[in-house]
């Protein structure tokens, strides 16, 4: 296994394992801590249900259709780590992670929806789904804490398509997608400013042993919220 991006979740599960990385402010007073053990767990977990339940593999398409989001940072990490890649705009594209659900499912050009319940507590998508849509909340539970792949991912194969039209490769994904980021930093990322933005700018952080405090566009960003969470850049 050489890609990078499953060399980053082994760095997150080891080491300072318990120490934040991946921190929420959400709507509504939430707030989501995730360790580096816990941020691998959840993964895993997504990788396995992308795997096994959805027969994801390398070269598969995953849409995001989400905001910048915690559960959409976990999602793009499961899809990496299984080598597959990841569509950030209307692109054509295998699979769809969304919000929204509906109106993926009626057009019917994907081998699989997946809904995304975005309150941090949803145990499940809150009311019906339409018929085949897999409700993320509800399922991933039951899949796997470690990911093992059932085919070995090639860092020649491609990761992502940035906004702007640069292809980068699994190889480079931590190289040339991801922002360059000081070693240890706790980052401030705006939700606002983008779930590309927000995707590179996590990468960036953890590849240098940082940590990342996303904060959804309705949550202040006060000086008392910074100096809780320890914020060293933003």
């Not at 905001?67 to 080598?83: C, D, F, M, Y």
Request: cysteine-free; overall charge negative.
């Amino acid at each position: 296994m050489s890609i990078p991006a499953f060399d980053l979740m082994t760095a997150l599960r080891s080491g300072q394992s318990t120490s934040p990385r991946l921190t929420w402010y959400g709507p509504e007073g939430e707030r989501v801590e995730l360790s580096g053990r816990v941020l691998d767990n959840w993964v895993a977990k997504t990788s396995n249900l992308l795997q096994d339940e959805l027969d994801a593999e390398p070269g598969t398409r995953l849409r995001l259709d989400l905001p910048a989001h915690w559960k959409s940072l976990i999602l793009a990490l499961a899809a990496w780590q299984l080598g597959m890649e990841l569509v950030l705009d209307a692109g054509e594209a295998d699979l769809v992670a969304t919000a929204d659900p509906g109106p993926a499912a009626a057009e019917g050009a994907f081998d699989a929806v997946l809904a995304v319940a975005l309150p941090a507590l949803a145990m499940r998508w809150p009311g019906e789904l339409p018929s085949g849509v897999v409700d993320y909340a509800a399922e991933v539970r039951s899949h796997g804490d470690v990911f093992m792949p059932h085919v070995d991912p090639e860092a020649s194969r491609p990761a992502v398509l940035s906004t702007a039209g640069t292809a980068h490769t699994h190889a480079g994904l931590l190289d040339g997608f991801a922002t360059v980021q000081d070693a240890g930093l706790r980052l401030l990322v705006p939700a606002g400013d983008g779930l590309e933005v927000a995707l590179a700018r996590s990468l960036g952080a953890w590849k240098t042993d940082g940590s990342v405090v996303l904060v959804h566009p309705d949550v202040d960003v006060t000086e008392k919220l910074l100096s809780e969470e320890r914020v060293d850049a933003r």
